[in-house]
């Protein structure tokens, strides 16, 4: 049995995976964590609306419940507060699985140091179709690199999302960096700005409740490929953390993906 605390539990990743994880016989939540401004009830049954987790406790700090879990699965949507977070849980020997967005350079490399504690898994995102985007994007990339393909990267979420560009599309930015040997990151256009030579373009689109979509698109002369994956319920997302939570119960101290629970 892999015994988990949710922090963001209130929010909507949280409540997706507090409900989702009644499906499972060996994954159990056993208590949430939010921001203080966000509980009503110190009953994360009552606070969640889910009756089937009545009794399980609801609180602001995450020391409190420590000691009753094996896994701390991190969607608060803060980055100082996940950052927090990672070093409180690694310090006590808890597995960590990370899918809160938007940090900088800085505050991944400061959770990184904390994977010499325990393990670590950081996702900008849990589905497992975006993992294989990930993939897909990397095999096309070297495949196309120096034979005269440019490539952008366009995405779409809801109009409430704080971070922009979103951290899936960042990290396909990423990979196709490093694969097609790009040096210009450009997020957004305005003006007179031909495009440039060695130049990838990340687009961010943002209204209404569009849970996810991320198309990379390799445009030749005369042809072109989209790669494609939409999201159409948060669940999968959902489902990724419990199955990363699952996976990072009793591993080694390490920095750890979702490649490695997909074994890509």
């Given at each position: 049995m892999t015994r988990a605390v949710v922090c963001g539990a209130l929010g909507r990743m949280g409540k997706a995976i507090l409900r989702l994880s009644l499906e499972y016989s060996d994954f159990q939540v056993v208590?949430?964590?939010?921001?203080?401004?966000?509980?009503?009830?110190?009953?994360?049954?009552?606070?969640s609306g889910?009756?089937?987790?009545?009794?399980?406790?609801?609180t602001s700090r995450l020391e409190e419940v420590l000691p009753l879990c094996d896994v701390v699965i991190e969607f608060s949507g803060n980055t100082t507060a996940a950052v927090s977070h990672a070093k409180l849980s690694a310090l006590a020997g808890k597995g960590v699985v990370i899918g809160t967005t938007g940090f900088s350079s800085q505050e991944v490399e400061e959770i990184k140091s904390y994977s010499e504690n325990a393990p670590i898994l950081l996702s900008p995102n849990m589905s497992l179709g975006v993992n294989l985007l990930f993939k897909l994007a990397e095999i096309a990339g070297r495949v196309l690199s120096k034979r005269g393909f440019d490539v952008e990267i366009l995405e779409l979420h809801h109009r409430f999302k704080k971070d922009a560009p979103s951290g899936t599309a960042l990290k396909l930015e990423e990979i196709l960096v490093q694969v097609m040997g790009l040096g210009r990151r450009v997020h957004g256009r305005?003006?007179?700005?031909p495009r440039q030579e060695g130049e990838i373009g990340t687009m961010a689109i943002r209204g209404g409740d569009v849970v996810g979509e991320h198309t990379v698109y390799f445009l030749g002369f005369g042809e072109r490929l989209e790669l494609t994956h939409r999201a159409t319920s948060r669940d999968i997302f959902a489902r990724g953390a419990i199955e990363a939570g699952r996976w990072i119960k009793g591993r080694e101290p390490g920095w750890y993906s979702m490649f490695d629970v997909l074994g890509l």
């Open positions: 208590a949430g964590v939010e921001h203080p401004d966000c509980i009503r009830s110190p009953d994360l049954g009552t606070a889910i009756e089937e987790l009545k009794g399980l406790a609801l305005d003006g007179i700005c």
